[in-house]
């Protein structure tokens, strides 16, 4: 046994003992520059050349190593007799020919094997693999470094060692090769230590597909081992068989500190207590919604949601309940504005819906409510509610809702026009009792709001839509506001009516606006001398002169 092969064994011996299936991942490993120098001090203890043969070599070496003639360093190197010179000269000669030829002279298989795995250059170690029957590294070393790509992948096709193919896969700088390579590997443990090493996700994805890797031991390794990136990780615990393999992914679901293997994990679990607890008691907010995605227990989802700290854990136990009744008593006790929100996707009682559209001091929330409410409106009348129904809790909402804004939206859905009228005298914001006004067609309705509303705004913006003269004229002579007869008068064209109102009404105003309308200038030059307001005159005055121009 040669000195590499007690210094490789010493090396064994000082790892951890495994069974006879592992395979020693070091064997591709290169030799240590402390091994060099041992091997060789080794060697020169043991050196059986003459003093005058070592003078020679020496010289030899200069000559190979400095002198300007290829062909004299050439010759320099056949003369030599030592192996340790030539390995000398091998390791890392920029003279192709000085190097390649040093390296074929060599005898030593502990040399060789030193050559193989340290010289410089490619075509040395090719040299060294094949002097020493390795001829899958031969092909190895074309692989990764011939200059034409046909000829590295001729090279991976005719390589049947899978490890020298390992050393591709994570060394080679062609992408075809390594891509190429990893087909040709079926051992589950070396593509789980390519998966450990390499930093090409090509190679990573392409392990993790092959049908062949499915050794559940070695998936189960590389799903609890933090050495492998994590999404390697989270493909292996996919993989994993659920029955085989039940503890190992309760582990990591338990215990794992990474987000995406442990979210992983608890997708896997299959059991609703274990899903529960990492749901109650873990620290981590993305663990607890994962758990919670997977449970079907309404009470303990309720307890979720009325009891942990999170708002986004709330939430997906939120949207995991189907009762009614424990959504309601959820949102209740939700201070959460944006949770309140996620509980009225669960909510469909349309009381319900309208009571928080009343109540709910947020906006959006009582928003979000009345929105789902008249969304749903054609569902609620083929239930039961009748259209008068609907319209009656939406009339409640324009007259107690908190936000203006939401009232205005009930108003906007209510077609009913006596119960705008009933809006228009009772809303507390009185932009929505103009929003309701502006919503009635009717004339006669709109009359009845000008006569009786006390609001000017509101009576103003009705008369503005009255076009039925009858019902204008009828507003001139017995409407009990004057603005409203004033607005009216000023669109009659009735003189009878007109030269009546001023002459006999008892309000100025009414006089004034009446004399403004009247074509009769006798008329306007009675009323100019016999009116008792002076106003009234100078009005009748002004409107005699402009008609008789």
Same mark, same amino acid.
């Given at each position: ?294 449970? !079907? #227990?309404?009470? @303990?989802? /309720?307890? *979720?949601? %009325?009891?942990?700290? +999170?708002? &986004?854990? $709330?939430?997906?136990? =939120?949207?995991?309940? !189907? #009762?009614?009744? @424990?959504? /309601?008593? *959820?949102? %209740?006790?939700?201070? +959460?504005? &944006?949770? $309140?929100?996620?509980? =009225? ?10 009571? *928080?559209?009343?109540?709910?001091? +947020? ?187």
């Amino acid at each position: 046994m040669g000195l590499f092969d007690f210094i490789k064994k010493d090396k064994k011996d000082k790892k951890n003992k495994k069974e006879d299936k592992t395979i020693d991942f070091t064997s591709n490993d290169n030799i240590s520059p402390e091994d060099l120098k041992l091997a060789k001090e080794k060697r020169l203890k043991n050196d059986s050349r003459t003093k005058e043969d070592i003078l020679k070599d020496e010289t030899f070496r200069e000559i190979a190593m400095n002198h300007s003639n290829r062909n004299n360093r050439i010759a320099a190197v056949m003369e030599m007799k030592s192996q340790d010179v030539l390995e000398d000269l091998a390791m890392d000669n920029k003279d192709r020919y000085v190097r390649t030829i040093s390296a074929s002279r060599i005898t030593d298989p502990n040399i060789l094997e030193e050559l193989a795995y340290n010289a410089k250059y490619s075509d040395v170690r090719q040299i060294a693999f094949d002097k020493l029957g390795k001829v899958n590294h031969v092909l190895g070393e074309i692989a990764k470094y011939d200059k034409k790509g046909k000829d590295r992948l001729s090279a991976v096709r005719e390589i049947d060692d899978e490890l020298v193919l390992m050393d591709l896969c994570l060394n080679a700088k062609d992408q075809k090769v390594r891509m190429l390579a990893i087909e040709k590997i079926h051992n589950n443990q070396i593509l789980a230590e390519i998966l450990r090493n390499s930093s090409d996700n090509k190679i990573s994805n392409k392990i993790i597909n092959k049908e062949s890797f499915s050794d559940e031991e070695i998936l189960s390794d590389i799903a609890k081992s933090n050495e492998y990136d994590k999404f390697i990780r989270v493909e292996a615990l996919n993989k994993l068989d659920n029955n085989q393999n039940n503890e190992t992914i309760k582990e990591i679901a338990f215990n794992e500190m990474d987000e995406h293997v442990c979210s992983a994990a608890i997708e896997k679990l299959d059991f609703e207590d274990d899903l529960v607890e990492i749901a109650l008691n873990s620290r981590y907010s993305s663990f607890r919604i994962k758990a919670t995605e997977k449970i !079907k #227990n309404e009470d @303990i989802l /309720k307890e *979720i949601a %009325l009891n942990d700290t +999170d708002k &986004f854990v $709330r939430i997906e136990a =939120i949207k995991h309940v !189907k #009762n009614e009744n @424990i959504i /309601k008593e *959820i949102y %209740l006790q939700e201070k +959460d504005s &944006f949770v $309140r929100s996620e509980a =009225i996707k669960n909510i469909n009682s349309l009381v319900n819906l309208i009571d *928080i559209s009343i109540k709910d001091d +947020d906006l959006i929330v009582a928003k979000n409510a009345l929105n789902k409410a008249i969304s749903n409106k054609e569902n609620y009348i083929d239930n039961g509610y009748d259209i008068q129904d609907f319209e009656n809790l939406l009339k409640n909402v324009a007259n107690e809702s908190k936000h203006e804004e939401i009232s205005k939206l009930a108003i906007n859905n209510i077609e009913d026009e006596n119960l705008l009228i009933e809006i228009s005298k009772e809303s507390i914001y009185s932009g929505c009792q103009l929003e309701a006004v502006s919503k009635i067609k009717s004339e006669n309705l709109l009359a009845d709001i000008v006569k009786s509303n006390n609001d000017s705004n509101i009576r103003s913006n009705a008369i503005r839509r009255i076009k039925d003269k009858k019902i204008l004229e009828d507003i001139a002579i017995s409407g009990e506001y004057s603005d409203a007869r004033i607005e009216s008068i000023s669109k009659v064209k009735n003189q009878e009516i007109l030269v009546d109102l001023a002459y006999n009404d008892k309000d100025s105003k009414i006089r004034e606006s009446a004399c403004k309308n009247i074509q009769t200038v006798s008329v306007l030059d009675d009323i100019a001398i016999k009116d008792e307001d002076k106003y009234v005159r100078e009005v009748a005055k002004k409107r005699s002169a402009l008609l008789k121009k």
